[in-house]
């Protein structure tokens, strides 16, 4: 069957897009402006969205038109306007407000932290993550995404902004807090390495979610188990303290040794251990496949920066909106794409590419022009 034959016959232009994007934050994200304010909040959020969508600064897209509301007045309203507490509270509505009802009976989900650098002044990193040194700093701006992951299409489910003090763990817990109030059931959790220590598989077990993360070599037992034998499944444990108490948690690592002669060692052979614990793993083979799904397509917040809003502000809150509004933009995307457009066939429906069409402008008194990205074919 022809492609043609196969695509459906409706098509969603980025102005049907966009506008749908900007009535959401309209709903979810109230404003307060002065009553002689020249503009609304409609046409802030009509510009950070095309921004976004666009993949410019917020001054380069305002500038793009006379008409345009001044850059300055749109950047002020950005600072000020949105408190960072409030931002993350309301942030995640919009983002599960479509699309569950997209995904299945059960669902695989996934978690990542994310850490970009920061090279600002050193007395100037307020709401900003600190960790270990990597890339010359040990100032981030950090993120933590959790999304799900529907036949190789991925939905945000909720976004997080890292400060001093978070810990894997207490993300870990208001993620899995989320997926307690789901109506769908969770097939299993995928987290990065970061999520590995005794405090989140503690919360794993506790929650009764299946799960697999890649394990660190912490101790010198798992380091020797790491570095000898074949493919197999041994049980470890590690020891946590909170508050003075101490407890052990013991689970299941599973190694998978893959060999490729000159690749590796000496002996072409490296080996992978991931702590798991779900029915449908059996071997260590098992572990690592269902694991390297995950990588199957973008993590959320890499796939984010295709459409993003772009800035040298080194406001950690106005950094976050952005963010936020990329994700969004994914979602609202795949929801609309799936409701009115794409194909239905056997193994799930096919999501075609964004039309490209010639310039189009958003309906809204400043007229910005938006410029529609062939990058937008997120499927």
């Known amino acids: 069957m022809s492609k043609q034959a196969k695509q459906a016959d409706s098509e969603i232009h980025e102005d049907q897009l966009l506008n749908f994007l900007v009535n959401r934050l309209d709903e979810e994200v109230s404003l307060t402006l002065a009553n ?18 666009d993949g410019t600064s917020i001054s380069t897209l305002c500038n793009s038109s006379k008409e345009s509301p001044p850059a300055n007045t749109i950047l002020y309203h950005l600072r000020t306007k949105f408190e960072p507490e409030r931002l993350e509270r309301v942030a995640n509505k919009p983002l599960r407000r ?13 978690a990542d932290l994310h850490l970009r650098s920061y090279y600002g002044d050193e007395d100037n990193t307020e709401g900003l993550y600190h960790s270990e040194a990597k890339r010359g700093t040990t100032a981030f701006h950090a993120y933590a995404t959790l999304y799900a992951r529907v036949k190789n299409k991925h939905y945000t489910l909720a976004v997080r902004r890292l400060e001093d003090g978070d810990t894997a763990s207490s993300i870990l817990a208001e993620f899995l807090g989320v997926l307690d109030g789901l109506d769908t059931g969770v097939k299993a959790v995928y987290l990065d390495r970061r999520f590995y ?142 409701e009115y457009v794409a194909t239905p066939r056997r193994g799930g429906r096919r999501l075609w590419w964004l039309a490209r069409s010639t310039r189009q402008s958003i309906p809204h008194s400043a007229s910005i022009a938006v410029t529609s990205r062939s990058s937008w074919c997120w499927s």
């Open 36 to 53: 002689n304010a020249e503009i609304d909040p409609e046409d802030i959020h009509e510009v950070l969205v095309g921004a976004t969508a």
């Open 98 to 110: 479509d699309v569950v009802e997209l995904l299945p009976e059960q669902v695989e989900v996934c």
């Open 197 to 338: 220590d005794s405090k989140c598989l503690t919360l794993l077990q506790a929650h009764n979610y299946a799960y697999v993360i890649p394990i660190i070599w912490w101790g010198e037992t798992i380091q020797q188990e790491l570095s000898e034998g074949w493919s197999r499944v041994i049980e470890h444990d590690l020891t946590g303290k909170l508050d003075g108490h101490s407890w052990t948690v013991e689970f299941s690592v599973y190694i998978d040794c893959t060999y490729l002669n000159g690749r590796y060692d000496d002996h072409g052979v490296a080996r992978h251990g991931y702590a798991a614990d779900a029915p449908f793993i059996e071997t260590p083979r098992d572990a690592r496949y269902h694991y390297s799904k995950r990588f199957g397509i973008e993590s959320s917040y890499r796939l984010s920066e295709q459409a993003i809003a772009t800035t040298t502000t080194r406001d950690a809150t106005v950094r976050f909106l952005y963010v936020v509004v990329s994700l969004l933009l994914q979602n609202v995307w795949r929801y609309l794409h799936y």
